[in-house]
């Protein structure tokens, strides 16, 4: 089955640029979708269609793609973006999440 | 305003049976996929699956961890999708939310709160 791989953590200081990567061989056939999910909360939509950021999301928020892996760039990363991060994409037999990477800002 | 709203967890046990539901509202149902994910306590989202509008035949599709024990269904009339679990197991327990593909607007735009569904004897 499709598999999308995710490092499990990334450490940043704030203000510094975070990267978290989403390795999937069906990648550069298919979009990758970025969603920020905080402790007890439902997910939130970051980054759409590889790299388009939806209303409301903060513009040090962006996404990209290179072969088989996404990444999702923050720029200047804030306190308040520690969280867990999980790329979504689809192949023939429907979706798959990452594992999910754990992002400390501290 | 675009609400989902899942409901029908709770306790069950390993091989028994569980349906949930999510109830929308603040768009055109009719219109949309709907999505279901789920999430173990401590761990990563997981898709377990999705249904298609009439447009698109109600065309469903699994991952294949419930393929075959579960089925998603529709109806279009009161706005609600579900999830019917059949043959449970101890690792489908988790949080399922439900979650949408509408129009031209990214998917997964809006979730529900989610719902807790045990499976333990």
């Known amino acids: 089955s499709y598999e999308l791989t995710q490092p499990p953590s990334v450490s940043v200081s704030p203000g510094q640029t975070a990267r978290i990567t989403c390795s999937g061989d069906a990648l550069p056939k298919n979009y990758a979708y970025w969603y920020q999910q905080k402790s007890g909360q439902a997910p939130v939509l970051v980054i759409y269609?590889?790299?388009n950021r939806p209303s409301g999301i903060p513009e040090r928020f962006s996404g990209s793609t290179s072969g088989t892996m996404a990444t999702l760039t923050i720029t200047g990363a804030q306190v308040e973006d520690e969280a867990d991060y999980y790329c979504?994409?689809?192949?023939?037999?429907?979706?798959?999440f990452g594992g999910g990477t754990k992002l400390t800002v501290l | 305003e675009v609400q989902l709203a899942e409901s029908g967890g709770g306790l069950v046990q390993p091989g028994g049976s569980l349906k949930l539901s999510c109830a929308a509202s603040g768009f055109t149902f009719s219109g949309s996929a709907v999505h279901w994910v789920r999430q173990a306590s401590g761990k990563g989202l997981e898709w377990v699956g999705r249904i298609r509008s009439k447009t698109n035949n109600y065309a469903t599709a699994y991952a294949a961890s419930v393929k075959g024990r579960f089925t998603i269904s529709r109806d279009d009339s009161k706005n609600t999708a579900y999830l019917q679990m059949n043959s449970l197991k101890t690792e489908d327990t988790a949080v399922y939310y439900c979650?949408?593909?509408?129009?031209?607007?990214?998917?997964?735009?809006?979730w529900g709160q989610g719902t807790l569904v045990t499976v333990s004897s």
């Open positions: 979504y994409s689809t192949d023939s037999s429907g979706g798959v």
């Open positions: 979650t949408r593909v509408y129009g031209d607007q990214p998917p997964f735009d809006y």
């Open positions: 269609e590889d790299s």
